[in-house]
């Protein structure tokens, strides 16, 4: 087999000459589970579900007052990989000493490896697939210290290992710097959508309500004034499954697809007019605002806009917006309603659609509810774009980890 100029070949496959391969233990150590914290000593607690799903952040971290259970000490600059379920990629590089949970190993390296280069280890799809690959478990899979260490990675030299890093590093800046503004632009969102909704364009005049001060030449009317409501449609499992047909038939489970943001475009599940007669079902026409009304999916207070003739199935209702008001004005009021207020005492939450039909709505001309409309739609549009810069980016680091930290690609030092 021809080897490349400079490179040999390895467990790895094709590696530069100066790299070896080593085991992932060989660069890092994990520490200890057996810290027990007093009361006196109260420190910054990691639990799983403070560290972000596949982001490489916290998204805040607790106290540890509860000094019965043990815990494992960790510091700056360790690296803490969350060995319960791997795949769902839970790793940050600590930022201060603190406490974490015994489900999460915290990594020390040593003079061999940087932390930044171990934490751009664990997070390439390669070693969490090893790590969930080597978990046992059934419902709760975990993966060891004994068999993460023994996975194979590259020894770069440390000179080297430093310029990844650098590479890397700006490539994590640009992403935060993208993520923030999406998260700015999101909160002006809200602030506008609060304010045009309630005090529309350019009023000076207001009068009071039962749902607050609102101009004078607005309405305040129930929402099944300005559209019809209706439930969805049972959906037998021996319909299901079929990737092409006249109807997409959406489950709370499509509203989670890449691209159904907003506009619902891709279905697992589609139907023909054949089988929409036998589940008797009707379909919703394209501008149908959907949402979940029963189950945990509720609570996320989403809401969807069909893009063509569709089917939901029976854990979701459709509003279908009539010639007193516009579809993204109505879009964007329904978002600013919480339905967990509305939600019942009981086990499983959910909504009916009286209580949804009699929510009050603040009305303006459907000429200035256009306005209103085009508005937010240009918020959104910049939220894509900042999105969809954020994908290329992400996109882009991954690549260049395929490359780079497997010498691929050799950076110049």
């Known amino acids: 087999m021809h080897v490349k100029d400079g490179y040999k070949l390895s467990e790895l496959g094709e ?37 972000d799903q596949g982001s490489g952040r916290i998204l805040g971290y607790g106290r540890s007052n509860d000094t019965t259970s043990i815990k494992t000490e960790f510091h700056k600059n360790d690296v803490l990989f969350g060995k319960l379920r791997p795949y769902l990629k839970k790793y940050w590089l600590a930022q201060f000493d603190g406490v974490c949970s015994t489900e999460i ?19 390439q799809d390669s070693f969490i697939e090893m790590a969930t690959g080597k978990s046992y478990g059934t419902k709760m899979p975990r993966a060891s210290w004994e068999d993460i260490k023994a ?38 969102k809200q602030g506008m959508m ?19 001060k609102i101009p004078v030449e607005w309405e305040v009317v129930p929402l099944i004034e300005v559209c019809s409501l209706r439930g ?47 589940i008797s079902a009707t379909p919703f026409p394209a501008n149908s605002i959907v949402f979940a009304k029963v189950g945990a999916a509720l609570l996320l207070n989403r809401r969807r806009i069909t893009s063509c003739s569709s089917c939901i199935d029976n854990n979701m209702m459709g509003a279908i917006a009539n010639e007193k008001t516009k579809v993204d004005y109505l879009y964007y009021f329904l978002l600013t309603i919480d339905f967990r207020t509305f939600v019942q005492d009981g ?14 709505v603040s009305l303006p001309s459907v000429a200035e509810q256009q306005q ?9 549009e910049q939220i894509d774009a900042h999105q969809t810069k954020l994908t290329a980016l992400t996109k882009l680091k991954s690549a260049l980890m395929q490359q780079i930290l497997t010498g691929k690609t050799r950076v110049k030092i």
């Open 15 to 51: 590696i530069p000459i100066e790299w070896e391969v080593v085991d992932f233990g060989s660069l890092c150590v994990t520490r200890s589970g057996k810290y027990q914290p007093t009361l006196a000593e109260v420190k910054k607690y990691i639990a799983l579900e403070h560290i």
């Open 105 to 123: 190993l915290a990594f020390k390296t040593n003079e061999k490896a940087l932390s930044s280069i171990i934490l751009y280890f664990v997070e």
């Open 151 to 188: 996975i194979q990675v590259p020894l770069i030299p440390l000179p080297e290992q430093q310029k990844i890093a650098d590479i890397l590093s700006t490539v994590d800046e640009h992403i935060s710097e993208t993520e923030s503004l999406i998260e700015k632009t999101k909160v002006l």
């Open 194 to 212: 609060q304010h045009l909704l309630n005090k529309g364009i350019g009023h000076t005049e207001f009068k009071d309500t039962e749902i607050g």
């Open 232 to 278: 969805g449609s049972g959906f037998s499992e021996k319909y299901q499954g079929h990737k092409s047909g006249k109807y997409p038939f959406y489950k709370v489970s499509d509203m989670n697809s890449i691209g159904n943001e907003k506009f619902l475009f891709e279905s697992n599940n589609y139907i023909n007019d054949a089988v929409l007669s036998q």
């Open 347 to 360: 086990a499983v939450p959910s909504i009916n659609q009286s209580q949804v039909g009699n929510i009050l």
């Open 372 to 380: 209103i409309a085009l508005i937010l739609i240009s918020i959104d």
